[in-house]
């Protein structure tokens, strides 16, 4: 399934937003600072955009403005352990007037997984990048408040990164010890 | 049916020409004109029929509980009906649900504000060991920070189970020590 107004947001793409020096190139080529934004095609009726982090702002107020993706789904990331960048960071956009789906993908490195935050643009951005700031580590500049929402104050790592171990616990009460076997 | 029967003795029907307490009724037909037990037994009958259980309900073992409570089930007919929601009025805290990590400071805090005499029943399997939730949210089993009295396994725990776990703690509290403030009782 697709949508009329994908083949709008990608032909402006093409115009205006990648400034190639061969603009008539189809072939997706890898994503520099001359071409920070790339179309990957409609997958599943989303249409998936993959983008530098400093195009990041720019891309977004253009789905909101000019495209109507007014409703912010969610940011979230994964975690490509042992692959450089290691982290990509996900976004999901809707429109309520041509009721479709937007997705936005930016690799950032684990040495700083830094992306430019979304609050100036979607007031809802703030909770979730917190939250993908507990989850994952991921840095959201300009966002004031990163405080943790779902883990609580003290929480040493992220534990939805592949390398925090399963099992790990980390109580905010300490364990009683063990009391034996169970009595009936 | 259940538990110990009260060893009650009938004064009248023991001894009919005993002049005992209240000698002017003697020959009335089984009166309980006096009657003779352990402290430790008496004081548990009365608290094992008298539970007030807070429910502590935090995941979807709620649904249960509320299934359990309700007339079909009917945990009144055990004597464990009316929830309070207040663990100052509340003697069985009932700990429905996954307890998770950031929630234990909070299932402690109630734990502690309950009076005694308490018990504590761990409603479900998350409540009891952590269930499938080994990992860094959740509390593995409430007995890692509160006294635990009765597990109820399943996931969630079908009425029946509830009701038997009940049951027993009632068994438990009937055969327990019930020591009294007061050396005079």
């Given at each position: 399934?697709?949508?009329?107004?994908?083949?709008?947001?990608?032909?402006?793409?093409?115009?205006?937003?990648?400034?190639?020096?061969?603009?008539?190139?189809?072939?997706?080529?890898?994503?520099?600072?001359?071409?920070?934004?790339?179309?990957?095609?409609?997958?599943?009726?989303?249409?998936?955009?993959?983008?530098?982090?400093?195009?990041?702002?720019?891309?977004?107020?253009?789905?909101?403005?000019?495209?109507?993706?007014?409703?912010?789904?969610?940011?979230?990331?994964?975690?490509?352990?042992?692959?450089?960048?290691?982290?990509?960071?996900?976004?999901?956009?809707?429109?309520?007037?041509?009721?479709?789906?937007?997705?936005?993908?930016?690799?950032?490195?684990?040495?700083?997984?830094?992306?430019?935050?979304?609050?100036?643009?979607?007031?809802?951005?703030?909770?979730?990048?917190?939250?993908?700031?507990?989850?994952?580590?991921?840095?959201?500049?300009?966002?004031?408040?990163?405080?943790?929402?779902?883990?609580?104050?003290?929480?040493?790592?992220?534990?939805?990164?592949?390398?925090?171990?399963?099992?790990?616990?980390?109580?905010?009460?300490?364990?009683?010890?063990?009391?034996?076997?169970?009595?009936? | 049916?259940?538990?110990?029967?009260?060893?009650?003795?009938?004064?009248?029907?023991?001894?009919?020409?005993?002049?005992?307490?209240?000698?002017?009724?003697?020959?009335?037909?089984?009166?309980?004109?006096?009657?003779?037990?352990?402290?430790?037994?008496?004081?548990?009958?009365?608290?094992?029929?008298?539970?007030?259980?807070?429910?502590?309900?935090?995941?979807?073992?709620?649904?249960?509980?509320?299934?359990?409570?309700?007339?079909?089930?009917?945990?009144?007919?055990?004597?464990?009906?009316?929830?309070?929601?207040?663990?100052?009025?509340?003697?069985?805290?009932?700990?429905?649900?996954?307890?998770?990590?950031?929630?234990?400071?909070?299932?402690?805090?109630?734990?502690?504000?309950?009076?005694?005499?308490?018990?504590?029943?761990?409603?479900?399997?998350?409540?009891?060991?952590g269930g499938f939730y080994q990992n860094y949210a959740s509390l593995p089993g409430i007995d890692r920070i509160i006294p635990v009295d009765i597990y109820v396994p399943g996931c969630p725990p079908r009425p029946e189970m509830v009701i038997d776990g009940i049951m027993r703690l009632q068994e438990k509290i009937a055969n327990g020590r019930h020591p009294i403030i007061n050396d005079r009782f």
């Amino acid at each position: 399934m697709t949508a009329p107004i994908f083949a709008d947001v990608e032909q402006t793409l093409r115009q205006q937003m990648v400034t190639d020096t061969a603009p008539n190139d189809e072939t997706p080529g890898p994503l520099s600072p001359s071409r920070p934004v790339r179309s990957m095609g409609v997958r599943h009726g989303i249409l998936v955009l993959e983008l530098l982090p400093e195009a990041l702002l720019a891309v977004a107020r253009r789905l909101r403005d000019t495209f109507s993706f007014d409703l912010f789904l969610d940011v979230t990331a994964v975690d490509w352990l042992g692959q450089t960048p290691r982290f990509e960071v996900v976004y999901h956009f809707y429109s309520s007037t041509h009721h479709v789906r937007v997705r936005l993908k930016l690799r950032v490195d684990e040495s700083h997984p830094v992306v430019p935050s979304l609050t100036s643009l979607y007031g809802s951005a703030g909770y979730m990048e917190r939250e993908c700031h507990d989850m994952y580590g991921i840095g959201f500049e300009g966002n004031a408040d990163l405080r943790p929402i779902l883990l609580y104050e003290g929480f040493v790592g992220h534990p939805l990164r592949k390398d925090y171990p399963k099992q790990q616990e980390q109580p905010l009460v300490p364990y009683r010890p063990p009391q034996g076997a169970l009595v009936r | 049916m259940y538990g110990k029967q009260l060893p009650i003795v009938d004064a009248t029907r023991s001894a009919p020409t005993a002049a005992g307490p209240g000698g002017g009724t003697a020959g009335k037909p089984a009166t309980f004109e006096y009657l003779t037990t352990r402290k430790d037994e008496l004081v548990g009958w009365a608290r094992k029929f008298s539970l007030f259980p807070y429910p502590f309900v935090t995941a979807c073992c709620a649904m249960e509980f509320m299934a359990v409570s309700a007339s079909s089930y009917d945990t009144d007919r055990f004597g464990a009906a009316l929830p309070r929601f207040s663990p100052r009025q509340a003697d069985l805290l009932m700990v429905v649900g996954t307890v998770t990590q950031k929630q234990a400071p909070i299932l402690l805090k109630v734990y502690e504000q309950m009076c005694e005499p308490k018990w504590v029943m761990a409603f479900g399997v998350c409540a009891s060991t952590g269930g499938f939730y080994q990992n860094y949210a959740s509390l593995p089993g409430i007995d890692r920070i509160i006294p635990v009295d009765i597990y109820v396994p399943g996931c969630p725990p079908r009425p029946e189970m509830v009701i038997d776990g009940i049951m027993r703690l009632q068994e438990k509290i009937a055969n327990g020590r019930h020591p009294i403030i007061n050396d005079r009782f």
